[in-house]
Each structure stands twice: as structure tokens, then as C-alpha cells.
């Protein structure tokens, strides 16, 4: 694992654990700060912004199609395209879990945070990577008529087993207190597979369109920036942010 780090902060004045995702030595996440002033960073007085962007460098993974079984052809064909790492053409990186670690008293735990939503559509979960609260609210959606379940694991136990044999139908369910890495897989396609990551703080994210992510609402301070993908593993450095924004670009170069 190789990564070059590069940090500019723009002033204004006047104003966990993880158990699924093990180490791997082919997997090359590779980080860089880049300079770039930002003017919106500085709109909100006393605090600082992290964003920035999840690259893949090189050519862009190419996953094989997942076969899928007799009973789910009829709606989602012979095969699905695998969603456990979506790569955009330009490179973006999509559903990289983006976070920070700070001293307790820096990090505002905040309220439960909005619902987090996983969707069974086209024989796939999506998204295939996710991050929520420990201990919110997960939204559970079937929007095939197809009978799916949902079964969640936390470190290898079973938390929950939900059968969900009706198109449109919704449920809910409460996330584990302690913050952790859940799994979900279905019984009945055993090729759909998602992972959510939970924390105790609100400051987390995922990486959307572009690859890119903000991280704003930050009381200045010492972080330690943390970018991680079950597919690609995780890079994080060492930073002091202050009042205004830095911009953190990461790279990876390789596969679990």
C-alpha cells in the first residue's frame, strides 16, 4: 500500500473496528491533499470542511456479470451487472465510506441522523456499500416482484431475517448500538450482497457522482481522515484543519 499526501487550508478572517474488510498487501490505496481555496467553506464562522474525491487509478475494474438462478431470469435476466464496486469513466469511485476520527470532544455525536435506505431492485442491493448511524433507523425497500429476504449479519451472527415477498413492500429495522461493519446477504439470490458501516458521530459520508465527498461542520482541529471500500480496503493520514476547508484527494490502484 503506497499514498502521497499534499493539505492546504484556506483561512478566512473576520468570520473502528472492522472485521470484513482484513488487510491485503494487493490492494494500493494511494492518498493526496490538493490546494484549492474554497469562499463556501468560510460561510459557516468557527468551523472547518473536508471534501474531496476517491479515484481509481489505471484501467477501470471490469467485474464479471453474477449468473442468477431460474426463478429471478424471468425479471432480471440470465445475469446482473455486479455492483460491489461501481468505478465511473472518468475514474470516480462511488460508495467509498468516508470518515473521521478525533478526540471525543471534537466530534459532536449529533442527533440519529437520517434512515439509511437499502433498495432489493434488479436482483441487487443497492447500494452495495452504505453508512448510517449506530443505532438508526434502517430502511429496508422490495422494488421487485420477486420474493427477496434480507439477511444481516454483525461478525458473523445473524442480527435479522427479513422475507420480503411483495413488490413496493417497506420495513424497518434498528441498527446495532455499536458501531461496526453489517452485512447483508438474500437466502433466496445468494449473489446479492451489501455492507454497511456504522459510527457513534455524525461526521461520516460516502462518496457520490465523481467520487466525491464533503465532510462539512468540523470544529478546527487534529483529524485523522479515513477512506475505506470492501473491495479496495482503506487509506487514511494524519491532518490539523482549521477555519475554512482542505481537500483530500485518494487513489487506489488495486482489489481485495
Not at 459532536?108 to 453508512?131: N, T
Not at 446479492?192 to 458501516?197: D, E, Q, S, T, Y
Not at 481522515?225 to 487506489?252: M, N
Request: aromatic share 8%; with cysteine.
Amino acid at each position: 500500500m503506497r499514498f502521497t499526501f499534499a493539505c492546504l487550508l484556506a483561512c478566512a478572517l473576520g468570520c473502528t473496528r472492522s472485521s470484513f474488510a482484513p488487510q491485503d498487501a494487493g490492494a494500493r490505496p494511494v492518498s493526496a491533499f490538493s490546494a484549492a481555496p474554497s469562499v463556501a467553506a468560510a460561510q459557516t464562522a468557527g468551523t472547518a470542511r473536508l471534501e474531496g474525491r476517491v479515484q481509481w487509478q489505471g484501467p477501470r475494474p471490469v467485474l464479471a456479470p453474477l449468473p442468477t438462478s431460474p426463478s429471478a431470469q424471468s425479471v432480471c435476466g440470465a445475469s446482473v451487472a455486479d455492483n460491489a464496486l461501481q468505478v465511473e469513466a472518468d475514474g470516480g469511485v462511488l460508495e467509498a465510506v468516508v470518515w473521521v476520527d478525533a478526540p471525543a470532544e471534537a466530534l459532536s455525536p449529533g442527533g440519529p441522523g437520517p434512515a439509511a435506505l437499502i433498495d432489493q431492485r434488479g436482483c441487487l442491493y443497492w447500494p452495495a456499500v452504505l453508512a448510517a448511524r449506530a443505532g438508526g433507523t434502517l430502511r429496508i425497500r422490495n422494488s421487485d416482484p420477486l420474493t427477496h429476504t434480507v439477511h444481516a449479519f454483525d461478525e458473523g451472527l445473524s442480527l435479522f431475517n427479513l422475507a420480503m415477498p411483495l413488490a413496493h413492500m417497506e420495513l424497518s429495522r434498528q441498527l446495532p448500538l455499536q458501531p461496526g461493519v453489517v452485512e447483508f446477504r438474500c437466502d433466496v439470490h445468494p449473489w446479492m450482497r451489501a455492507v454497511l458501516r456504522t459510527f457513534a458521530h455524525s461526521h461520516y459520508t460516502t462518496t457520490g457522482p465523481g467520487g466525491r465527498f464533503q465532510l462539512p461542520g468540523l470544529p478546527p482541529g487534529d483529524y485523522v481522515l479515513h477512506v475505506w471500500h470492501p473491495k479496495l480496503g482503506e487509506a487514511s493520514r494524519r491532518l490539523q484543519v482549521g477555519v475554512g476547508a482542505a481537500t483530500a484527494d485518494f487513489e487506489f490502484g488495486g482489489m481485495k
